[in-house]
């Protein structure tokens, strides 16, 4: 008991706000109600329109991050090639700037190349902010295979491109899910990047639409809605959480952090 | 045996082609989202640079100007007493969480999944729980009579329980895994000395985590120093604009003021501030590392 309660007592802490928020999103004031969850979905631009743009955006993010370092985590690993430190010191050093100072820049940039207000172009930045963690455990990855698997089939004649796809990318596969997870929540819930890179309501992903709710002048917030929406966003997360837990905390015991 | 790597100079000229080419769509995000960026804030740093319409050189009245900017002036201040207020609150609860839940016993898993699944939760997502959990009239704790985000100090102190709630597991995680580098011998070895559990936790303990201390750190302080997502939404930098942090006022001078220019000059400074700062925390690391 000496154990245990303490410990319980703060469980119990830490997972009293998710159950309250959603105790409130299903209470009215007769008790146990939907409603809450029906004037979400004709919020704005529709509840659906917002669930896709985070699809969208967490999807092009997710493969987009899992090609890239797929590809460069390969090429480290393997292959000898001028400027290969460098590029890869350089997109380690994505960790050291702090992202927020370099979205103002980002925002012009993506305007130039005609991808302002566009998810694909808000997905290519978190790609970019992914990079130095997802190209550091995919390197690894690579790495941690016996060069003698890939070398009896080179030696077959096998291009390197049949080996990756072939014999190495199955050997990689916890380094993919644990890359691809980190990739689903960081771009599914951030919020300061969509906020400034998106300027259009109706292609505003879940946070910034669900923010929004709150910074109306008109009309008083509808609390339970609020939660609704918290509910939306979190439940996806916290159920990914818990059922892919070991591959999060791998990402964690990589070292990965440390850059 | 036969290695391949070591066959003839056309060989391995091939192998150093397909190297570039695999590296290149990592090359071409690296150039164009993070190394053009970084060339082109310093440049709109040195141009009057409005939201719409043409720019024009204007340097380097960007970066003399901010000294004349009393609301940045109040944010770095600001922002420095919640960088120190959060760092060391949560240190000391990550670092008491984690030693809570560093055995393995029967049910340990549950409660390490407890304290860290609020860090499943997005940042923005949490910052609105609180919206409505810290909200008198709607949430369960208004019987308490307190003003949450009435006054500076209250909305300081509330969102400050939300980034320990918040980020308190995800701290705790990374100090599990120093915790758990330690091995079991050296425990066992101090307590066959006689060390009780204090000189355990002193001599033993914490010197051996430090290097993960310090990773811990670098991400609390540099995380603080850019704070955003909770005082835009869980406060709206108020109540008088008391909790306006630094990267708020870029938003602010970028989209409410239309002046770009002057956001890129606060961006590069921050941005060279921090760098240093990491700069100096990484070598601080590695030197606790190489120790």
């Not at chain 1, 505003?204 to 966003?233: C, E, H, K």
């Not at chain 2, 860290?116 to 810290?134: D, E, Q, S």
């Not at chain 2, 320990?164 to 079991?184: C, D, H, K, V, Y």
């Amino acid at each position: 008991m000496r154990y245990y309660s303490p410990r319980l007592a703060l469980a119990v802490i830490f997972l009293f706000p998710l159950i309250w928020s959603g105790w409130a999103s299903v209470q009215g004031p007769e008790g146990f109600t939907l409603t809450h969850y029906r004037s979400i979905i004709g919020f704005g631009e529709g509840l659906a329109t917002y669930v896709g743009n985070s699809l969208a955006l967490s999807g092009l993010t997710v493969v987009g991050t899992l090609v890239v370092a797929t590809l460069g985590g390969y090429a480290f690993a393997r292959f000898q090639f001028p400027g290969k430190n460098l590029l890869f010191l350089t997109a380690l050093a994505i960790l050291m700037v702090p992202y927020a100072t370099i979205l103002i820049p980002l925002y012009v940039l993506l305007d130039y190349v005609g991808l302002q207000n566009s998810l694909l172009g808000l997905s290519l930045v978190f790609v970019m902010f992914q990079l130095p963690f997802a190209l550091y455990m995919m390197r690894n990855s690579f790495e941690a295979i016996p060069r003698e698997i890939e070398e009896s089939a080179l030696v077959d004649g096998a291009g390197s491109l049949k080996v990756l796809l072939t014999v190495l990318l199955p050997a990689v596969r916890p380094g993919l899910v644990t890359v691809g997870l980190f990739a689903f929540l960081a771009s599914w819930n951030d919020f300061f990047a969509p906020l400034i890179l998106l300027s259009d309501g109706a292609s505003f992903p879940l946070p910034v639409a669900v923010v929004s709710m709150t910074q109306r002048t008109f009309g008083a917030i509808d609390y339970g809605v609020l939660q609704a929406g918290v509910m939306v966003m979190a439940v996806p997360c916290l159920v990914l959480f818990l059922v892919l837990q070991r591959h999060y905390v791998r990402g964690f015991m990589s070292g990965a952090l440390r850059g | 045996m036969n290695d391949v790597l070591t066959r003839p100079t056309r060989f391995r000229r091939s192998r150093a082609l397909a190297g570039w080419a695999y590296a290149a769509p990592t090359a071409i995000i690296v150039a164009v989202l993070f190394i053009a960026p970084l060339v082109l804030v310093v440049v709109m740093s040195l141009h009057k640079w409005p939201l719409l319409g043409p720019a024009r050189p204007n340097a380097p009245a960007n970066y003399t100007k901010i000294p004349d900017d009393p609301l940045f002036l109040d944010s770095v201040l600001f922002t420095l007493k919640y960088t120190v207020i959060i760092t060391i609150l949560l240190s000391a609860v990550a670092l008491g969480l984690a030693l809570l839940v560093q055995d393995r016993r029967p049910g340990v898993g549950f409660f390490r999944t407890a304290f860290f699944l609020p860090g499943a939760v997005g940042f923005a997502a949490a910052a609105l729980l609180f919206y409505g959990l810290l909200n008198n009239d709607f949430g369960p704790f208004g019987f308490l009579g307190v003003n949450w985000i009435g006054s500076p100090n209250m909305a300081l102190t509330s969102t400050i329980l939300l980034v320990l709630w918040r980020f308190a597991g995800f701290n705790m995680l990374i100090l599990l895994t120093g915790l758990q580098a330690i091995p079991i011998e050296v425990y066992e070895a101090a307590r066959a000395d006689g060390a009780n559990r204090w000189q355990i936790f002193t001599r033993i303990t914490l010197p051996l985590l430090r290097p993960t201390l310090a990773l811990m750190l670098i991400l609390s302080i540099t995380g603080s120093l850019l704070a955003f997502d909770q005082f835009f939404i869980f406060t709206n930098g108020g109540p008088d604009n008391s909790t306006v942090s630094m990267v708020m006022v870029v938003y602010r001078n970028a989209f409410f003021r239309f002046d770009l220019g002057g956001a890129a000059a606060l961006s590069v400074v921050l941005l060279v501030v921090l760098v240093a700062l990491n700069a100096v925390q990484m070598r601080i690391l590695r030197g606790a590392t190489t120790k």
